[in-house]
C-alpha cells in the first residue's frame, strides 16, 4: 500500500444549495454511501500484484471519506433553518424538539407557499391544526408524500427525529421536483 490512499470521492458540499439533487441518497448522493469510486476495489477485498484477492485491511472505505450521512443531516438541517429565519415559535435546532408545536413545519411549508395560509394566525398551542394544515398543504401544493400522520404527530411531547428528517427530505425533493428549490450539478 506505500502509504497511498485510495480517492472515495469528493466531500460533502459545504451548504444545502451546494450540489443537491436530493438529500435523500440518490444522484447526486450516489458517492456518499461509502462505496469505492472507479480506480477502487470493491467488497471490502484488493487485488495483488499476482491477481488474487486478498481482505483489505485498514478502517472502511466509509471512515475515510468525508462527509456522508451526517454531513446531508446537518446540510437539510441548516436549510431548514435557512428558510425559516424570521417566524415567530420557530427556532430549528434538531429534528425532534424544535418541530413538536408543528409551526416549523408550517413556516416551512408558509416559505414556499405564502399564499396557502396565513402563518401569522397560528398559535403553537393547537398542536393538530398547525400539523394538519402543513402537512395537507405541503400535499396538495408541493405533491408531498403524506409521510407523517397528526395523530402520531400530537401523540408525542416530542416527534421521532428518524420520522421528521425523513419527512423533511421528501418534502425538499418534492420542491426540487416543482422547481422551487435549486440545486447546483457538478
Not at 431548514?80 to 408545536?101: L, M, P
Not at 411531547?157 to 457538478?186: A, M, N
Amino acid at each position: 500500500m506505500g502509504g497511498e490512499e485510495e480517492a472515495w470521492g469528493e466531500p460533502a458540499p459545504s451548504s444545502p444549495d451546494e450540489g443537491l439533487a436530493s438529500p435523500t441518497g440518490d444522484a447526486a448522493f450516489g458517492k456518499e454511501t461509502g462505496a469505492p469510486q472507479p480506480g477502487g476495489t470493491s467488497q471490502g477485498r484488493e487485488a495483488t500484484p499476482g491477481g488474487s484477492a486478498r481482505a483489505a485491511s485498514g478502517p472502511a472505505p466509509n471512515i475515510k471519506k468525508t462527509g456522508g450521512a451526517n454531513a446531508i443531516k446537518n446540510m437539510l438541517l441548516e436549510w431548514c433553518r435557512a428558510k425559516t429565519r424570521g417566524y415567530e415559535h420557530v427556532d430549528i435546532q434538531n429534528f425532534s424538539s424544535s418541530w413538536s408545536s408543528g409551526l416549523a413545519f408550517c413556516a416551512l411549508i408558509h416559505k414556499f407557499f405564502p399564499d396557502a395560509f396565513d402563518y401569522t394566525a397560528l398559535d403553537p398551542a393547537n398542536r393538530r391544526e398547525n400539523f394538519a394544515l402543513a402537512f395537507a398543504t405541503a400535499e396538495q401544493h408541493a405533491d408531498c408524500a403524506p409521510l407523517l400522520e397528526v395523530e402520531d404527530m400530537v401523540r408525542m411531547s416530542f416527534p421521532d427525529s428518524k420520522c421528521v428528517y425523513t419527512y423533511i427530505q421528501e418534502l425538499y425533493r418534492s420542491l426540487v421536483d416543482k422547481g422551487l428549490v435549486k440545486t447546483k450539478k457538478k
